[in-house]
């Protein structure tokens, strides 16, 4: 089977006579066929025109069977393009991007229907021959080309992972950091929540100040004092915490006195 990149497939419309219409109404009638014209690289002369939806080849499937496939389903890109009504159906890397080309050389090429950087950079034998002196030359400067459009493809990719890799380097040390300061802020906070817990609670039971406060204003008052406050308290926690906390500052006012 020949190199696809030496393949130049074109899809088109033609109208063909229906011969059982005809003869049924008496008169020509013809309807819109799709055809594709394949021609080859480097062998201005080959041409293999079929129906679009005609068998191509067998494809092999991944269960180890074989089906047949048409002419539109192996070129579907290019069928695709001429289904939008694109009229430069071709893939590949047009001739306009090769820089070492002079116009009349991309004339000479498309004459002999080397359509892409990737048609010129597979020729071989007979159709190389084709280009004359300094085909050669020409060929591998379309792959040098090709080659280093690919180098620069795998540079960009490698330059989006490493700055993706070095967002995630630098959220992990940020999360590190946060860590490590909760680490140290915590022990303190313990130490003022243990202290309170051991100050004495109020004397001949006497009703807690705290009992007309909403929750919301008992923590306020605790973390203003700088006071430990745990969101999982119910009521009477936070009550007997605010006790021990009043308690707590009493004994330092009275001792600064």
Not at 6 to 22: C, D, G, K, Q
Not at 199 to 226: M, T
Request: proline share 5%.
């Amino acid at each position: 089977m020949a190199n696809q990149d030496l393949i130049s497939p074109r899809f088109y419309t033609a109208a063909v006579e229906n011969p059982a219409e005809s003869k049924k109404q008496g008169r020509p009638i013809f309807e819109d066929k799709e055809f594709v014209e394949v021609k080859f690289a480097g062998d201005k002369l080959r041409v293999h025109v079929a129906p679009a939806h005609e068998y191509y080849k067998r494809r092999n499937l991944p269960n180890g069977d074989s089906e047949w496939i048409t002419y539109a389903q192996e070129f579907q890109p290019i069928y695709e393009r001429f289904k939008q009504g694109l009229i430069e159906q071709g893939t590949g890397t047009p001739l306009s991007e090769l820089p070492f080309l002079t116009e009349s050389k991309r004339a000479e090429l498309k004459a002999l229907n080397i359509k892409s950087a990737e048609a010129l950079a597979q020729l071989d034998g007979g159709p190389l021959k084709m280009l004359g002196m300094g085909g050669r030359e020409l060929k591998n400067q379309a792959q040098a080309y090709l080659d280093k459009a690919n180098g620069s493809a795998d540079v960009t990719r490698l330059a989006a992972e490493n700055d993706a890799m070095r967002a995630l380097i630098a959220d992990l040390q940020k999360q590190m950091g946060e860590l490590q300061s909760n680490a140290k802020t915590g022990p303190a906070k313990a130490g003022k929540a243990t202290k309170a817990s051991a100050a004495p609670a109020r004397e001949n039971d006497e009703p807690s100040p705290f009992e007309s406060y909403e929750d919301d204003d008992i923590r306020n008052w605790l973390q203003s004092g700088g006071f430990a406050v745990e969101p999982t308290w119910t009521r009477e926690e936070l009550i007997a915490k605010a006790d021990e906390a009043n308690v707590e500052l009493a004994a330092k006012k009275k001792v600064a006195a």
